[in-house]
C-alpha cells in the first residue's frame, strides 16, 4: 500500500511533463502564431523561423482623366499642353509653388503659348472656413471681369495670404477695390455664397482625380472636349520637374 500510494504523485507529474513538452512543441510548428495580432501575415522560413511579409498598401496612380470643367484658364486657348493645378489659397506650398514653380511655368510655356493652365480649387479642411471663403471670393471676382480679373484676383490671395488657416492680411473686399471691382457687387457675391456649389464640385472631382495634396498638378494633352488624359504630379516640385513632363506631350 505504501509503494502504491507514493508512485501515484510521480507518474502524475511525469505525465504533467510530458503534455507540457507536447503543447510547446506543438505550438513551435504553427506558422504566422508570432504574427496574429501584428497585422501581418506569417510564413514559414526553411530553418522553421517566422518571417512577415508587410500588408500590401494602396499607392497613388500616376495618370488618371479629368476634365478641364468650366474653370478658369489662363494662356493661349489653343495651346497643345494644359496643366491643371488643384490649389488652396491658405497652403503655403501652394503659396511657395506659385512664386517659384508657377512663375517660370508661366513665362516658359503659357506666355509662349505653348501652354494652358486651369485652375481648381480644393480647400482643404483644417484650413476651413478660410480657405473655401477665399476660394468663392476668387469666382465672384471672376463674376465682375472674367478669368483675366479672376486670376489677378488669384494672384493677390496669394500675396496677401497668411497661410495655415489664418486668411488674408488684407480684407477680401479690400482687395477686390485694390484690382478694380465694384465693392457693393462684389461684397453681395460673398453674402450670397453664389460659389459655394461651384467649390464643392472641384472639391468632388479633385476627389475623384486622387488629389493627394495641395498643389496637385494633372499635366496632358489638350483635347476639344477638354477631358485630358494626364500624368498627376503632387506636391511643391521643382520647376525641373514638372518640365521633362510637358516637353514629353509637346513632343507628341
Do not use: W
Not at 512577415?52 to 493661349?76: C, F, H, K, W
Not at 476651413?128 to 476660394?135: D, N
Amino acid at each position: 500500500m505504501g509503494l502504491n500510494n507514493a508512485g501515484v504523485p510521480v507518474s502524475i507529474v511525469i505525465a504533467g511533463l510530458m503534455v507540457s513538452l507536447g503543447l510547446y512543441f506543438g505550438l513551435q510548428g504553427i506558422s504566422g502564431t508570432g504574427n496574429v495580432f501584428s497585422g501581418q501575415t506569417g510564413t514559414v522560413g526553411t530553418t522553421g523561423s517566422v518571417t512577415s511579409t508587410p500588408i500590401p498598401q494602396p499607392t497613388q496612380p500616376s495618370t488618371t482623366t479629368i476634365s478641364v470643367d468650366d474653370d478658369p484658364v489662363i494662356g493661349n486657348p489653343d495651346a497643345p499642353v494644359t496643366v491643371i493645378v488643384f490649389t488652396d489659397y491658405e497652403c503655403p506650398f501652394c503659396q511657395k509653388s506659385f512664386n517659384k514653380m508657377e512663375s517660370e511655368l508661366m513665362t516658359n510655356y503659357v506666355d509662349t503659348g505653348q501652354v494652358k493652365m486651369v485652375v481648381r480649387d480644393f480647400p482643404l479642411s483644417f484650413h476651413e472656413p478660410k480657405a473655401t471663403e477665399e476660394a468663392v471670393a476668387a469666382n465672384c471676382s471672376r463674376e465682375q471681369g472674367g478669368d483675366a480679373v479672376y486670376f489677378k484676383y488669384h494672384d493677390k490671395l496669394f500675396e496677401y495670404t497668411l497661410s495655415n488657416g489664418a486668411g488674408t492680411s488684407k480684407p477680401l473686399s479690400d482687395i477686390a477695390v485694390e484690382i478694380g471691382l465694384d465693392k457693393a457687387k462684389f461684397d453681395n457675391c460673398i453674402a450670397n455664397n453664389d460659389y459655394a456649389t461651384e467649390v464643392q464640385k472641384d472639391i468632388s472631382d479633385g476627389n475623384a482625380a486622387f488629389v493627394g495634396g495641395t498643389p496637385t498638378y494633372y499635366v496632358g494633352k489638350s483635347t476639344a472636349d477638354g477631358m485630358i488624359d494626364a500624368q498627376i504630379i503632387v506636391g511643391a516640385v521643382p520647376y525641373e520637374s514638372i518640365k521633362p513632363v510637358i516637353e514629353s506631350y509637346l513632343a507628341n
